[in-house]
């Protein structure tokens, strides 16, 4: 199914495999027990099993794909799954009467974030202690986009770090985690 849904829109599926079980480790690592957590392109759903394991309060999982979320919503019923656009985080949380979130957990690919209008939605959907995880492969992390993402997480939270390589996916990949965010 995930390579049927690259080849249909390699731009949005940005992969040809879900992420391992080592990924979504390093990617949910900072998210506490109770906490409210939105998850952006949960896909099939590797990080969604990871985060379950962290007993979160809430857990709102926005995906674009219809056929991503049906099954998503199919193998974790616990979980609030809206098939949207990220970028109407702001109404998906009003909808829901979520008023803060402690983690933005995303397994988006850098075209979502390309155009600078996300990432702004997401840092003021966050708690003043809150943070954001998003992977990015190893070997492209250098590339001009990944390089202007994380200069844009940079501008936008106090606090960010990237983890080791994660040999252990397909492609190996590094996790970005932005904390404390800055209000514009």
Do not use: K
């Not at 616990?78 to 009003?94: E, K, M, Q």
């Not at 590339?143 to 996916?169: C, D, G, K, M, Y």
């Amino acid at each position: 199914m995930f390579l049927r849904e690259f080849a249909r829109d390699p731009l949005r599926t940005a992969a040809v495999a879900p992420s391992s079980a080592a990924l979504a480790a390093a990617m949910v690592e900072p998210v506490a027990p109770g906490a409210v957590v939105v998850e952006l392109g949960p896909g099939t759903g590797a990080f969604t099993r990871a985060l379950r394991g962290r007993s979160p309060a809430r857990h709102l999982a926005v995906e674009l794909n219809p056929r991503w979320a049906a099954l998503l919503a199919q193998r974790h019923p616990d979980v609030d799954v809206a098939v949207a656009d990220a970028r109407t985080l702001p109404a998906l949380l009003a909808e829901r009467g979520i008023t803060r979130v402690d983690a933005v957990v995303s397994g988006l690919p850098w075209v979502a974030w390309a155009d600078g209008t996300l990432l702004p939605v997401v840092a003021d959907a966050l708690s003043p202690t809150g943070v954001l995880t998003q992977f990015a492969y190893s070997a492209t992390r250098w590339a001009p986009p990944a390089r202007r993402q994380l200069a844009a997480l940079r501008e936008r939270f106090a606090e960010v770090s990237t983890t080791p390589v994660v040999w252990w996916n397909l492609p190996p990949a590094v996790v970005h985690r932005a904390g404390t965010p800055r209000r514009a």
